[in-house]
C-alpha cells in the first residue's frame, strides 16, 4: 500500500524537473550562438569618422588645416567591434602629429594614424580609407617677446598731444617657427577705433583698453588662425588734439560751368548781373587746409553746373555746388541762384555728335559769372 500511495507524487516532480532542464540547455545554447555571432568577423558597412591633428601632449604646434576632417573608414570585425567603431563617431579622433624643423610640410598616411589610435585599440582591420592621405603643414610654435607698435593709434583727422603711454610696452607672441624672423622689426599692433576716438574729450588724457593684433602680412600667413598674444589687449593712455578748424568767408566768386559745344548756342545772365555769394559761407576742417583759404591760397568757388539739358529747357534757378577742397565741410546752407538763357544769335556753332565732357570750366577770362 505505502509503495502505490507514492508513484503518483514522484512523476510529476520528475516531468517538472525535465522541463526546467530543458529550458537551461536551450539559454545556454541561444546565449553561446549570440557570442559566437558577434565575434564572427565580416566585412561591415563602411562609416563616417571625425578626425582633428593635435601636438604631443606638452607641445605646442602650428597644424594647418586645424579644422575637424571627415573621413571614411570601412573595416573587417566583429560585431561587437563595429558597435565600439560607431561609439567613435561622438567626438573627433585625435591623431598626433610631430614636426620635421627641415620640412614644415608633410603628408599624413591615414591608415597609420588611426592605427595608433582608439580605432587601431579596438583590433579591427582596416579594408579601406577615404581619403588615404592628408597634406598637413606642421611646425613647432616658437615664444618671442615684442613691441607694441604706436603707429596705428592716431585716427584719421586728429593728432597726439603727447606721446601715447603703453602697458604693458612688450607682449609674448607665439609664431610658427617659419615666421619668426627680422625680430627686429617685428611689431604687434594695437588697434584703436577711430569712432571710439572721435567721442574723446580733446586735451583730456583718456586711458583705453585696445586689442592687440600681429601685422598684416603675418596674419596672412597663419591662414586664419587666431594669433596666439599674451597678453590679448594693452592699456593705452592719449590725449586727443583734433586738427580740426572753422573759417567764415564773404564774396565767394560764382562760376557758371557747362558743356563747352552749348556755350556757343547759349549766353547764361545771373539776375541782377550777380557775382559772388551774398550769402557768407562757414567751412569746417583740417586746420592747415583751413588755413589755406584763410590766406587766400586755396580758393572755393560756387560753381553753377549747367547740364546740356538744363540750357535746352531754359531753367530759371538751381542750387550752387560749392567747391571746396578734399576734407572741407561746408556748415551753411548752399544757396539757389536766378539767371536767364538766352540763345546766341546767329549761331552757326554745330552740336558734335559725340559730345565733350559733361561739365567743363569756361575758358580763361570767363570763368565767373556772366557768359
Known amino acids: ?38 565575434e564572427n568577423v565580416k566585412l561591415q558597412k563602411p562609416l563616417q569618422l571625425t578626425v582633428q591633428f593635435v601636438a604631443p601632449p606638452g607641445q605646442e604646434m602650428f597644424i594647418v588645416p586645424a579644422t575637424r576632417q571627415q573621413v571614411q573608414l570601412t573595416v573587417s570585425s566583429a560585431t561587437s567591434q563595429y558597435d565600439h567603431l560607431q561609439r567613435l563617431q561622438v567626438k573627433p579622433i585625435e591623431l598626433i602629429v610631430t614636426d620635421d624643423p627641415d620640412n614644415p610640410q608633410q603628408t599624413v598616411v591615414l591608415r597609420d594614424k588611426l592605427l ?6 579596438l583590433g579591427v582591420s582596416i579594408v579601406d580609407l577615404q581619403p588615404r592621405t592628408l597634406d598637413l603643414r606642421v611646425e613647432r610654435i616658437e615664444q618671442v617677446t615684442v613691441p607694441i607698435s604706436t603707429e596705428s593709434i592716431v585716427p584719421p583727422g586728429a593728432q597726439l598731444a603727447s606721446a601715447p603711454v603703453i602697458v604693458p610696452s612688450e607682449v609674448t607672441v607665439g609664431l610658427p617657427a617659419s615666421l619668426v624672423y627680422d625680430l627686429d622689426n617685428l611689431k604687434v599692433e594695437a588697434k584703436v577705433d577711430p569712432d571710439n576716438v572721435a567721442r574723446l574729450e580733446e586735451n583730456v588724457p583718456h586711458k583705453l583698453t585696445v586689442p592687440l593684433t600681429l601685422p598684416g602680412y603675418l596674419r596672412d600667413q597663419l591662414f586664419g588662425k587666431a594669433p596666439d598674444i599674451t597678453p590679448p589687449t594693452a592699456s593705452i593712455t592719449i590725449t586727443i588734439r583734433k586738427q580740426t578748424d572753422t573759417h567764415t568767408l564773404t564774396g565767394v566768386p560764382i562760376l ?32 592747415d587746409v583751413i588755413d589755406q583759404i584763410r590766406k587766400g591760397e586755396s580758393r572755393v568757388l560756387a560753381e553753377l553746373r549747367l547740364s546740356a539739358d538744363d540750357l535746352e529747357s531754359r531753367i530759371t534757378t538751381k542750387q550752387l555746388f560749392l567747391n571746396v577742397p578734399t576734407g572741407v565741410r561746408v556748415e551753411s546752407t548752399i544757396p539757389h541762384v536766378n539767371f536767364t538763357i538766352t ?8 552740336r558734335p555728335p559725340t559730345p565733350g565732357p559733361a561739365s567743363a570750366p569756361l575758358p580763361a577770362g570767363t570763368s565767373e559769372a556772366g557768359v
Not at 509503495?3 to 514522484?10: A, I, K
Open 1 to 38: 500500500m505505502p509503495m502505490e500511495h507514492t508513484r503518483p507524487e514522484t512523476a510529476p516532480r520528475s516531468m517538472w524537473e525535465k522541463v526546467q532542464t530543458y529550458f537551461i540547455v536551450t539559454l545556454v545554447a541561444v546565449l553561446i550562438w549570440l557570442y559566437s555571432e558577434s
Open 116 to 121: 595608433n589610435s582608439p580605432v587601431g585599440d
Open 343 to 350: 540763345p546766341i544769335a546767329d549761331s552757326a556753332a554745330p
Open 256 to 287: 557758371i560751368t557747362a558743356p563747352w559745344y552749348e556755350l556757343k548756342r547759349f549766353a547764361v545772365q545771373l539776375q541782377d548781373d550777380q557775382r559772388v555769394l551774398s550769402e557768407d559761407v562757414r567751412l569746417t576742417g583740417p586746420s
